[in-house]
């Protein structure tokens, strides 16, 4: 296992950018990784990325490119923090299968008994936001719906632009902490019947990381420190970066209107360091670096355990890299052809349709920040990403790396 190889959280986590063996950890075959990360963070492109891959309980490349500033004067080193938004969520769900594991939540049981102020829900059935008729839900909202993204609550696009502006008005990411989110979002009507649809949406997390605190009886962050990042060893990760460290937290960029990188204008990008949301956000209020998050993948990977600590059952492993949507419930345009969502991600359930490489099971997220992660238990491999740009998503936008880091790194591994 990884978990107890010398190179640690640290070990190879204080030198600075290079691209070649000499300035990091790369292993025959990975020069195609090594060039096109160069490429990408050339003059023109991202300011920088660190990218790690693992397999077979080593780590074969690992290395940061380029910048971590825009003005490109300051070289991007393999111990950068960066924010890395959803893919908090995967953190989230495995915080919550914990306590469902010691019989504290439940997958199936109504939310209610955890959260009152869920009692009784009700859908949207016609009307605007300022007369909305409603009817009562078909059922309750469980767990399960949460992590799966079914829970029915408004998440914008067309057909449910009503219900999506109650929740706009609710202003939940203005809320004080995570009660507060989910009082607010317990008032809103659901789009939905739970369970029938699938609409990816931080509310869903936000709401059962509200149920960890309930359920352990500690904040999100507290059970979070206690019971994942101090035992995986993960000293980089949390809502808000040290004083001290903050000098270590990559810029935040986008393109302004003449495609120009130009920093953010948000809390985290003026003053790097500071908490993402007023909240301790599940759904994507963590920094983190690449060593930090290559052990809580490598304790999945290993079936819910690192060094001599479980954190989870291999069963339940099992559970959260399997396709979890209800039958008859897409995941629609959001995810590639051949995958479905299991427990906090994507996971891989034909290959063959799939436009990019993994097998069967693979299982893996992104951020909105350019951060991007995959297990893939077939391969014994991890491979991650992280950047910081936020894109435009418009034709004058940097062209999306993730698709060509995965097949580089697949194809790497080909004998």
């Known amino acids: 296992m990884l978990a107890g190889l010398a190179w640690g959280p640290h070990a190879l986590a204080d030198r600075p950018s290079g691209g070649s063996a000499a300035h990091g950890a790369e292993a025959p075959g990975f020069a195609g990784l090594t060039a096109l990360m160069e490429s990408t963070t050339a003059s023109g492109g991202y300011p920088g990325a660190v990218a790690l891959v693992a397999r077979d309980g080593r780590v074969v490349a690992f290395d940061a490119y380029g910048f971590a500033d825009i003005a490109r004067r300051r070289p991007l080193r393999r111990d950068a923090i960066f924010r890395i938004y959803s893919m908090t969520k995967p953190i989230a769900t495995v915080a919550a299968l914990m306590l469902v594991e010691e019989g504290r939540l439940s997958l199936d049981a109504p939310i209610e008994t955890v959260l009152p102020e869920f009692a009784h829900p009700q859908v949207f059935e016609s009307g605007t936001a300022d007369a909305p008729v409603l009817r009562p839900a078909q059922r309750a909202i469980t767990l399960r719906d949460l992590l799966t993204h079914t829970a029915g609550f408004a998440t914008g696009g067309k057909g449910i632009e009503e219900?999506?502006?109650?929740?706009?008005r609710a202003n939940l990411h203005g809320s004080a902490d995570l009660a507060d989110f989910a009082h607010r979002a317990s008032r809103l009507p659901l789009a939905s019947d739970p369970g029938a649809r699938f609409r990816y949406d931080g509310t869903n997390i936000?709401?059962?990381s509200r149920m960890v605190e309930v359920a352990s009886g500690m904040s999100f962050a507290a059970f979070l420190r206690k019971r994942l990042f101090e035992p995986l060893h993960m000293r980089d990760t949390g809502f808000v970066v040290p004083p001290r460290q903050r000098g270590r937290v990559?810029?935040?960029?986008t393109r302004d209107a003449e495609a120009t990188l130009v920093r953010?204008?948000?809390?985290?990008a003026l003053r790097p360091g500071v908490s993402l949301q007023h909240y301790t956000s599940g759904a994507g209020g963590l920094y983190s670096t690449a060593s930090d998050y290559l052990h809580f993948c490598t304790m999945l990977l290993d079936g819910?355990?690192?060094d001599d600590t479980v954190l989870l059952s291999r069963e339940t492993i099992a559970a959260m890299m399997k396709d979890q949507l209800p039958t008859g419930v897409s995941p629609g345009a959001l995810l590639n052809p051949g995958e479905s969502f299991g427990f906090g991600g994507y996971v891989v359930v034909d290959p063959a349709t799939r436009p990019r490489p993994g097998s069967t099971g693979a299982?893996?997220?992104s951020g909105a920040a350019s951060t991007y992660f995959t297990i893939d238990p077939g391969k014994h491999l991890i491979a991650i990403l992280l950047m910081q740009y936020l894109p435009r998503n418009?034709?004058?936008d940097l062209p999306k790396v993730s698709a060509r880091f995965y097949e580089t790194v697949y194809r790497a591994l080909e004998p």
Not at 163 to 168: A, G, H, K, S
Not at 250 to 253: E, K, R, S
Not at 264 to 268: G, T
């Open 163 to 168: 219900p999506t502006r109650l929740l706009e």
């Open 206 to 208: 936000e709401v059962a």
């Open 250 to 253: 990559v810029d935040l960029p």
């Open 264 to 268: 953010v204008h948000e809390p985290s």
């Open 304 to 306: 819910g355990r690192y």
């Open 363 to 365: 299982w893996g997220w």
């Open 394 to 396: 418009d034709a004058e």
